[in-house]
């Protein structure tokens, strides 16, 4: 059974980093992107980017570049999703969740739990 | 504002037909890119619902379906049940952008 378990909740302050990780299971890890998707509260899904995790390759969104830096350790399945200069409009849920395939035009099964971070002062 | 227009909300009555609607442009669906579709439950991580425009995982009830025609795609939702009040999103690909796009969401509401 795949699945994927996040870590836990996180409070900021504005200018910090936050670092979620995201452990994955019952497949083969390093063949399928994992992707990271965020929502703030009441709002929309909101694609931050995605990691190979067979290369370490990334793409991120034009919106994040610059803040955002996706890793993984294969020895222990797990993805990371590290954001920076965090602000308080960046409070939401961070999801992760499986690519389809190595492809970013393919569907998102299944996703994490879910990490809430609160950016506040 | 989402590069993928859905509508903010739908509503029907129990055993009814809905459908939510997912517009977008020559440079994400009307360019080929498959459509996929998610339901989020209250509090819960979103579901993968179809992919591949048509296509339903092992598990999810045939009342539901897509369907793609030149800019746009629609989800279906047959036999309305209480369960099925949930958010629900849209997401393909632009190449314009070279980003992965998800609509802004439609909240069904069961009457």
């Known amino acids: 059974q795949v699945h994927l378990v996040q870590s836990g909740a996180e409070v900021k302050i504005p200018g910090a980093s936050v670092k979620v990780s995201c452990k994955a299971s019952?497949?083969?890890?390093?063949?399928?992107?994992m992707h990271w998707v965020r929502q703030a509260p009441g709002q929309g899904l909101e694609w931050m980017g995605r990691?190979?995790?067979?290369?370490?390759?990334?793409n991120s969104a034009q919106k994040f570049q610059g803040r955002v830096t996706m890793t993984r350790d294969t020895s222990i399945t797990t993805a990371y999703m590290e954001l920076t200069s965090l602000r308080s409009d960046d409070t939401a849920v961070y999801y992760c969740?499986?690519?389809?395939?190595?492809?970013?035009?393919?569907?998102?099964?299944?996703w994490g739990q879910g990490t809430l971070v609160t950016v506040s002062s | 504002q989402s590069v993928l227009t859905q509508p903010p909300s739908v509503s029907g009555a129990p055993g009814q037909r809905v459908t939510i609607s997912c517009t977008g442009s020559?440079?994400?669906?009307?360019?080929?890119?498959?459509v996929h579709w998610y339901q989020q439950l209250p509090g819960t991580a979103p579901k993968l619902l179809i992919y591949?425009?048509?296509n339903r995982p092992s598990g999810v009830p045939d009342r539901f379906s897509g369907s793609k025609s030149g800019t746009s795609a629609s989800l279906a939702i047959t036999g309305l049940q209480a369960e099925d009040e949930a958010d629900y999103y849209c997401?393909?690909?632009?190449?314009?952008?070279?980003?992965?796009?998800f609509g802004g969401g439609t909240k069904l509401t069961v009457l």
């Open positions: 990691i190979n995790p067979n290369s370490g390759g990334t």
């Open positions: 997401q393909s690909y632009d190449s314009s952008l070279s980003d992965v796009i």
């Open positions: 019952g497949y083969t890890f390093s063949g399928y992107y």
């Open positions: 591949g425009n048509i």
């Open positions: 020559s440079s994400n669906i009307g360019a080929g890119y498959d």
């Open positions: 969740a499986r690519g389809s395939d190595y492809d970013d035009t393919g569907w998102f099964d299944p």
